[in-house]
């Protein structure tokens, strides 16, 4: 077991992790379906009902409460982690 979690460490799942939650679209208050990417220090989500995106920096906001999506500092970032969600969730088809 010793060497095992290097080796997560260096996976990609470990680098870029996809999520889909299919929910929505269900009546009696189902929650909404999201999809994400999650990476060391960034979070990035995307509401398809409401064609909404939220970027989080988890290193300074663990608790994703300062979404930076809308933050023109945060441009490059959303913009690659947008470009890499497209990737994977393509890959994962």
């Avoid at 979690?5 to 679209?25: I, M, R, T």
């Avoid at 929650?31 to 064609?51: H, M, T």
């Avoid at 300074?60 to 990737?87: C, H, V, Y």
């Amino acid at each position: 077991m010793g060497g095992e979690g290097k080796k997560l460490a260096n996976s990609p799942l470990a680098v870029n992790n996809l999520w889909v939650a299919p929910f929505g679209s269900a009546p009696f208050g189902s929650p909404p379906a999201s999809e994400a990417l999650v990476r060391k220090d960034w979070k990035y989500f995307y509401w398809p009902e409401f064609e909404r995106e939220q970027l989080f920096d988890l290193k300074s906001d663990p608790i994703e409460e300062n979404d930076l999506s809308s933050d023109p500092a945060f441009t490059s970032q959303l913009e690659g982690m947008r470009k890499r969600f497209a990737e994977l969730k393509s890959a994962a088809k």
